[in-house]
């Protein structure tokens, strides 16, 4: 529609034409900076086209009405009054309202790329930050993650934040690198099983087989379920769940929440009738409110034994009241000689078993006494037990913590944990005489961390309270990394460092104890 027929010489239009070039180049301005096109000025009504989202008016006078990325057609009719026009138009009356107006409502190109600037800047300075800690491969996503996801996440409730992880491993958004790359050096081969690298995520993270087989995608080598108990329970009262941040660490008090055997062993079939590759372990518990432990431990390997790659037995929780007690030599007899009886008279390679039979490994507290550290080892070799997992969380509170949440009750994880469980893990090794394979836990980050545990005595390691501070990516990069300290190590493969600090110690023990072993054959005289 011709401004002639429509408005004729009307004050408005002779304003509009009086002042076309400025508007023309507010115009063209506004168009660079906040729609990526130049917009078209038809001529000689200066009628424009321009999609919806670049349309600031406020909403309470809004008089377009229109849907989200409908092309729109802006009539002199339609402009809104002068006094709002300075959100697209310059006012002709009032110059420095038109100033503060672009200086409040819009953004200039220089401030999206001061953002942009900022954002890559940070980026790169995580990077080469990471570099220096001989972290080698961090990428651009999982700097972006540190710097953006990372701190939203750790607004969140935890235990919410560890349920919106859950959710995102199962439908795949931390997809990583595939552990079937890895390098040949960091294969692992344990109990009849290849392991593409050494480092799982641990047992705490998947409490109920939501996420089974995503590890996989996630980079992790295998992967721990549970802990699983018989029956559902809810666990202790919520919060349970703190994060102390200063510090790095995680205190937690779930008390076993599950869904329940029959649940879990439903998803482990459904994930092993799929056909996707992982190596998952299967972490049993015991209900609250059960007296006779070893029934529950018993009742788990009966449901969930056929579908797991290796079986726990978890009696070092310290959230569940009594359970720590199973670790004295006296009721861990009893609990491992009926679990191991009721794993060995399952139908192993008939019906719907597998012919091999899981492993069977016991998982261990960080606060044990002396005598009862001996008493595990002495256990472990004499009932042949197939592994240890060194270690739980701690009930201890080092002095080094900083954080203001220190003193809630629960299990203490993350880089506190560190030193307490290499230092028990290396004792495990040297009293089992490196005879029985041990999977490290406790406050892992990095490959060098990865690398302590192994030269320690560790055959695998887990992880997962990293998750938390260093986000999914971390586990993409370790491979890579790990194969890098491993050579700085002077190793060819990551099975030759497996216990490389105590060995020494282990050959010296072993010599003593032949020498003056009392069972040693006596000189015999040759006519004997």
Not at 53 to 62: E, G, H, L, V
Not at 66 to 95: A, H
């Amino acid at each position: 529609v011709s401004p002639q027929r429509t408005w004729g010489n009307s004050p408005t239009m002779e304003l509009l034409r009086g002042r076309r070039h400025l508007l023309t180049r507010h115009l063209a301005s506004f168009s660079r900076i906040h729609v990526g096109r130049p917009m078209k000025l038809l001529e000689p009504n200066f009628c424009m086209i321009r999609p919806f989202f670049s349309i600031r008016w406020p909403k309470t006078r809004d008089p377009l009405k229109t849907k989200p990325g409908k092309q729109i057609l802006v009539t002199p009719q339609e402009l809104p009054p002068y006094d709002m026009g300075d959100r697209f138009f310059p006012s002709i009356e009032n110059l420095e309202a038109r100033e503060k107006a672009k200086a409040t409502h819009t953004y200039s190109l220089r401030t999206e790329c001061l953002i942009l600037a900022l954002l890559f800047g940070s980026a790169g300075y995580i990077i080469m930050k990471d570099r220096e800690r001989k972290r080698m491969s961090v990428t651009f996503s999982e700097a972006v993650h540190k710097l953006l996801i990372n701190p939203l996440v750790q607004r969140m409730d935890p235990e919410f934040s560890h349920r919106v992880a859950i959710l995102c491993a199962k439908y795949g958004l931390f997809a990583g690198e595939d552990p079937s790359e890895a390098a040949a050096e960091l294969h692992m081969n344990l109990w009849g099983k290849t392991f593409p690298h050494p480092v799982g995520l641990a047992a705490g993270f998947d409490k109920n087989a939501e996420a089974v087989g995503e590890h996989y995608r996630m980079g992790f080598g295998f992967a721990e379920i549970g802990s699983v108990t018989p029956e559902p329970q809810e666990g202790n009262p919520k919060p349970r769940v703190f994060r102390l941040v200063e510090d790095q660490a995680v205190i937690n008090r779930y008390g076993f929440n599950s869904d329940g055997m029959n649940v879990v062993a439903s998803r482990l079939k459904e994930f092993r009738e799929s056909g996707r590759p992982g190596i998952i372990g299967v972490n049993l518990g015991k209900n609250k409110t059960t007296e006779d432990a070893a029934s529950d431990f018993v009742k788990g390997v009966h449901a969930l034994a056929k579908y797991a790659d290796y079986l726990v037995i978890n009696v070092s929780s310290p959230n569940t009241p009594g359970l720590r007690a199973l670790q004295s030599k006296e009721h861990l007899i009893e609990l491992l000689t009926r679990t191991i009886s009721a794993r060995d008279s399952l139908p192993w390679g008939q019906t719907d078993y597998p012919p091999q039979v899981p492993p069977l490994l016991l998982k261990i507290a960080p606060d044990l006494t002396e005598q009862d550290v001996k008493d595990i080892a002495e256990v472990s070799l004499k009932l042949k037990l197939d592994g240890l997992i060194i270690s739980n969380t701690t009930v201890s509170r080092p002095e080094s913590l900083q954080s203001s949440l220190k003193s809630e009750t629960g299990g203490l994880s993350g880089r506190p944990l560190f030193d307490l469980s290499t230092d028990l893990l290396g004792k495990m090794y040297v009293l089992t005489r490196g005879k029985i394979p041990l999977v490290a836990a406790g406050g892992v980050t990095t490959a060098e961390d990865v690398m302590i545990k192994v030269l320690n005595g560790a055959s695998l390691v887990q992880m997962y309270t990293a998750l938390v501070y260093e986000g999914p990516y971390c586990i993409s990069r370790m491979p890579r990394e790990l194969r890098t300290v491993l050579y700085e190590y002077g190793f060819t493969s990551i099975e030759q460092a497996v216990g490389h600090l105590h060995k020494p110690r282990v050959a010296a023990m072993e010599k003593y104890e032949q020498k003056h072993s009392p069972n040693k054959n006596k000189k015999r005289f040759w006519f004997f």
